[in-house]
């Protein structure tokens, strides 16, 4: 017992010698910025003195949320991420609950997200005598992604999502009229209380974990691999179109080919196949939010450069034609007939229009034989 302690006021002491926060947590940048909030904030002196204070015990609650949560958060990310969202928010859910599955507060909050039964109804949950599906975590973080869209299209700014999930959206109201403006600082302001503390502690408690947990994964020191470790030994998987080149999949993921090819062993060339729609390949989760950040498919305008197309025309989808048949008869690959008509799936129905980009050259040689 008393070595731990000694270990914990090591471990504290380290962390509360460096001359500035920005030191200690290189991943600040990268946290604040996606959150909407000033990067400037790490010097603010009240969230220096609350990292000062809690930053120890937060430590152990992240050590100990990542335990339990180890194999949700992997989920929780590739939902998030295919829904427009950064993963950070996976420490809105582990600030609200520390992954505890069947967490439930003082005022009957429940679940990983601590959804109100009111508002867990609103957002499409079942909450009654035999079904909470607050508990359920692929629903409740379905729910969550929706009141959390719902809230950014009403405040406008990540924190302020953040500020509402906690103290409520007339609250928050409230407090921007009174503050005059929705200014995080201002808003954050220990000594105007603008709003409720606990919503202050709250903000500040998310930033924290954020930067403990951004910092961890990119870390190479032995005692946090071992945290990572807890999260990344699985994979996810991730969708990438045809006529991609690995190389450059390769440096978006910071990989070797051979850590590539040891987790898709399918692939054996070096490139996504042209004839392919898209091709699901693994990733390890910790790459996830780098492959959202930097892996683009092509755009039409791009198509029609590399390609060559000049010009569109229409086809009235038959009955039994499907998307490969479609694309050999104008020599073009079902991927270009997917971007160019924003198609959401591959299925076509009979009646069907679709849009082929052509080259110049084709529709001339063409053009007769479509009257």
Partial sequence: MIRRWLLGVLILSGLLSASHLADVYPSYRYVMEKLDIDPSYIDNPQFVAFVRKNEAKYRRFYTHSIQRGAKLIPTFTE?????????????????????KTYAKSNKSAAGLWQFMAATART?????????DQRYDPIASTQAAMRYINALYKKFGKWYLVMMAYNCGE?????????????????????????????????LKKIILLAMMGEHIVESKKPEEKKIKRKIIDGKTFVNVVAGTRIADLLKILDMSLLEFTAMNPQITTDRIPAD??????????EKLQRFHDHY???????????????????????????????????HVTPLELII??????????????????????????????RR
């Fill in 79 to 99: 939902l998030l991420l295919s829904n427009g969202l950064s993963h950070l928010f996976v420490y809105l859910s582990m600030t609200e609950s520390g992954f």
């Fill in 276 to 285: 392919a729609f898209l091709v699901q390949i693994a990733i390890p989760a």
């Fill in 296 to 330: 683009a498919p092509p755009t039409l305008q791009q198509i029609y450069r590399d390609k060559g197309y000049r010009r569109l025309i229409a086809h009235v989808v038959r009955a039994h034609e499907d998307l490969g048949a479609i694309a050999r008869r104008y």
């Fill in 340 to 369: 160019a008509n924003e198609l959401p799936r591959a299925q076509l129905t009979p009646g069907q229009l679709l849009m082929i980009p052509v080259t110049e050259a084709w529709y001339q040689r063409h053009r007769y034989d």
């Fill in 170 to 202: 007339g609250r928050l109201a409230r407090s921007i009229q009174r503050a005059g403006t929705n200014d995080f600082a201002t808003l954050m302001d220990d000594r105007r209380r603008f709003i409720p503390s606990e919503t202050r502690d709250y």
């Fill in 123 to 131: 957002y499409n949950l079942r909450v009654d005598r035999t079904i």
